[in-house]
């Protein structure tokens, strides 16, 4: 099987668990439902999505909480994310979600529903804060 096959098969897949994570976010405010499918390296796919609270600065994006799952039980080794929102336009994941993927994987592969090109984090995130950084201070 050819490489390329293999990356579009894992692509739809993650898409597709996304698109039904989507179904379950609690956007009660904005009515704008977001869900994310992340892939560990050992096979093990965590979903996630958006949950509002009427204060916006306590609301979670999807692929905070499928890390944050992914996490809690113990995994930390992440292969590739997709995230699917109710737009007919691709969603990207935010500032504060591509940081958190950075703390774990700044090479993660990341699939967006209505986008086929395939980027890797540091495609959207060239210069995040990490390790490396913190250790350079003064």
């Known amino acids: 099987m050819s490489t390329k096959l293999v990356m579009n098969q894992k692509r739809e897949s993650l898409i597709n668990e996304a698109i039904s994570a989507q179904e379950k976010a609690y956007s009660p405010y904005s009515k704008f439902k977001v869900g994310a499918a992340l892939l560990t390296?050992?096979?093990?796919?965590?979903?996630?999505?958006?949950?509002?609270?009427?204060?916006?600065?306590?609301?979670?994006?999807?692929e905070r909480t499928a890390v944050f799952k992914a996490v809690s039980e113990g995994h930390t080794d992440f292969e590739a994310i997709a995230v699917s929102a109710s737009s007919d336009q691709p969603i990207y994941p935010c500032g504060a979600c591509r940081q958190?993927?950075?703390?774990?994987?700044?090479?993660?592969?990341?699939?967006?529903?209505?986008?086929?090109?395939?980027?890797?984090?540091?495609?959207?995130?060239?210069?995040?804060?990490?390790?490396?950084?913190?250790?350079?201070?003064?």
Do not use: R, W
């Open 100 to 138: 958190v993927l950075a703390e774990f994987n700044s090479k993660i592969e990341i699939f967006v529903n209505h986008d086929e090109k395939n980027y890797t984090l540091l495609d959207l995130l060239p210069k995040s804060f990490d390790q490396e950084q913190l250790d350079s201070k003064n």
């Open 41 to 62: 390296k050992s096979g093990k796919i965590f979903t996630g999505c958006n949950v509002e609270n009427v204060s916006y600065g306590m609301t979670i994006c999807a």
